[in-house]
């Protein structure tokens, strides 16, 4: 599944690196697909490329969070099919094969429903109440839901379903799943290797963040955006005390300090949304852009990615867990990417600047995808299976 993730992230920033290089240089003489290109780019990165990694991570420690049996290899199979399939046919329709659309929204349904089919009874074998894999699975029905949205929107309903789906996938499904699971590990992981740590986990913070994300969320939905900072504020003063309440003080090895960096983002997301929200209250004006949600995107999921694959890549291959020197190119030259994606929305000649942020995605991930690419195909180091 992380083979397959990495393989459709290289795939789907490729196509968006070449779409908006066209867009302001005309280099290809690509045409405006349908969905619309900005559209179909957020709905690749959230239901096809992150959820490739969300799965493989959720189908290989739900079992281990509850107590139960590892699932079989044929389990993965049908969801990473679906994933990698629909995400490869649905760019093939991005390239004008009319039929790929819809092909590959099936097929991404489809991997989907078994990643779901195959996680759910599983909350109901175990004997105790895992809820961070309640509050997981929570996300995960509301990307069906979302998925659900986008199809209704290729079979014919009106651009509202679009909209949904996309915010569904922001605030519903990724931000949710990716807290939930920073509140299960990183404290954990802190306290394995920081003297004198004590991990901060209560449930009601997972409870809290979960509620003011979906309250942002209904929000956006009933374009109320002038009011996102009654959800955003109080978010932003949770998160903030997250952040301090777990960044680890005193030495801290690299391959853990990574994952508090990425984390760092989150806040400041939450805060250029509040900021924004604001601005438009006072004046009518959207003054940032999409600035806030690249800060999410970019920054927040796109750093947390590349520290928490690397971690679970050197672990479960048998190596030492450090940052190997790709690993720390990537995540040094994401910081940068999504600082140049930030300020794109108020530098002069934004389109280029966008381009070029894209492609920093191509060059800071590229050499880490190989990497953990040659990895993902050579068995373990330690000898051990897998």
């Known amino acids: 599944m992380f083979f397959i993730g990495a393989t459709n992230l290289l795939l789907a920033m490729t196509w968006w690196a070449m779409w908006l290089a066209d867009a302001r240089w005309q280099l290809f003489g690509l045409r405006q697909p349908h969905p619309w290109a900005g559209w179909l780019h957020a709905f690749v990165m959230q239901y096809q490329m992150l959820p490739s990694f969300i799965f493989g991570f959720l189908l290989t420690v739900f079992p281990r969070w509850m107590g139960l049996p590892d699932l079989a290899r044929k389990r993965y199979l049908p969801v990473g099919a679906g994933l990698f399939g629909g995400q490869l046919a649905t760019l093939a329709g991005a390239f004008g ?19 779901v089919a195959t996680l759910g009874p599983m909350l109901l074998r175990e004997r105790g109440t895992t809820w961070h894999a309640r509050a997981c699975f929570a996300g995960l029905v509301v990307g069906v839901i979302g998925l659900a949205a986008w199809g209704g929107f290729l079979h014919g309903l009106d651009a509202r379903f679009a909209f949904a789906s996309i915010k569904l996938g922001t605030f519903g499904l990724l931000l949710p799943v990716y807290f939930a699971v920073a509140h299960r590990m990183f404290p954990f ?42 959800a955003d504020l109080p978010l932003l003063a949770l998160l903030l005390l997250t952040l301090w309440k777990w ?13 508090f960096i990425g984390l760092a983002w989150l806040p400041l997301a939450i805060a250029l949304y509040a900021f924004q929200s604001i601005l438009y209250e006072l004046t009518g004006t959207f ?12 920054g927040f999921f796109g750093s947390v990615l590349v520290a928490m694959v690397t971690r679970v890549t050197q672990g479960h291959s048998g190596r030492k867990l ?9 995540f040094v030259a994401i910081q940068v990417v999504a600082l140049m994606r930030l300020f794109a929305e108020v530098l002069p000649d934004g389109p280029a ?7 920093g995605w191509l060059v800071a991930l590229a050499p880490w995808v190989a990497r953990i690419g040659r990895i993902y195909l050579t068995p373990r180091i330690d000898g051990k299976p897998g």
Request: charged letters at 5%; zero cysteines.
């Open 247 to 259: 960044w680890p003080r005193g030495s801290t090895p690299g391959i853990l300090l990574v994952l």
């Open 189 to 230: 992981f802190a306290g394995n290797v920081v003297p004198g740590y004590v991990a901060w986990r209560p449930l009601w913070l997972l409870a809290a963040v979960f509620a003011l994300s979906l309250a942002h969320l209904g929000l956006e939905l009933a374009h109320a955006y002038g009011s996102l900072w009654l």
């Open 287 to 298: 003054a940032l852009g999409r600035a806030p949600a690249h800060a999410l995107f970019v």
């Open 353 to 359: 600047w966008q381009a070029l942020a894209a492609l």
């Open 97 to 115: 094969f009319e039929a790929g659309m819809i092909v590959g929204y099936w097929m991404t349904l489809a991997g989907w429903l078994a990643g």
């Open 322 to 330: 450090d940052m190997p020197k790709a690993a720390w190119f990537a």
